[in-house]
T-cell receptor, first 108, second 114 residues
């Protein structure tokens, strides 16, 4: 699976949009981009994922660049409850579902 | 739909005892993953199982640790003869196994070895 690079920490004012970047320049064609967050010591929470197209759900939006080498997670109106470590993960599919490998993430 | 259920939430064991951690996946999910998070450290993959089969155990310590996911019932992570270094949060995740399907995590079992 491709490696990802994220800033170690970011700040965001409450009520403003939080834009969390992720670099995955070695991503290959069959690899998806996933975003998770971990609030304090709870279990990781799935946020959103995508392959090529931008995606939106009730939690966030995922913007993937056309060359797929980077992506941005957007939390439209950040609140204190969004304080967490955010993980960007790239995972391929080889006929069977494989593990997710967590890096160090971005502390928001 | 109920999420991934793990029990117990907290488990205290003395050195040398056995710890059994249980995980019930989300309804319809037949793929289970176990992760460990040591205090102040990141999430580390341990093992991936699909009903009655171990698919990937590349992160599992070679001794004292075992995992199973029987045809009926929850997945079990078993730690024999626990040591203080086993104290950690153990998280289970499940997936449908379909292409691109995400993993959904439980809230973990916090094991303390005294």
């Amino acid at each position: 699976d491709a490696k990802t690079t994220q800033p170690p920490s970011m700040d965001c004012a409450e009520g403003r949009a939080a834009n969390l970047p992720c670099n995955h320049s070695t991503i290959s064609g069959n690899e998806y981009v996933y975003w998770y967050r971990q609030i304090h010591s709870q279990g990781p929470q799935y946020i959103i994922h995508g392959l090529k197209n931008n995606e939106t759900n009730e939690m966030a939006s995922l913007i993937i660049t056309e060359d797929r080498k980077s992506s941005t997670l957007i939390l439209p109106h950040a609140t204190l409850r969004d304080t967490a470590v955010y993980y960007c993960i790239v995972r391929g599919y080889t006929g069977t579902a494989s593990k997710l490998t967590f890096g160090t993430g971005t502390r928001l | 739909n109920a999420g991934v259920m793990q029990n117990p939430r907290h488990l205290v064991r003395r050195r040398g005892q056995e710890a059994r951690l249980r995980c019930s996946p989300m309804k319809g999910h037949s793929h289970v993953y176990w992760y460990r998070q040591l205090p102040e450290e990141g999430l580390k993959f341990m093992v991936y199982l699909q009903k009655e089969n171990i698919i990937d155990e590349s992160g599992m310590p070679k001794e004292r640790f075992s995992a199973e996911f029987p045809k009926e019932g929850p997945s079990i992570l078993r730690i024999q003869q626990v040591v203080r270094g086993d104290s950690a949060a153990y998280f289970c995740a499940s997936s449908s196994g379909q292409r691109g399907a995400p993993l959904h995590f439980g809230n973990g079992t916090r094991l303390t070895v005294t």
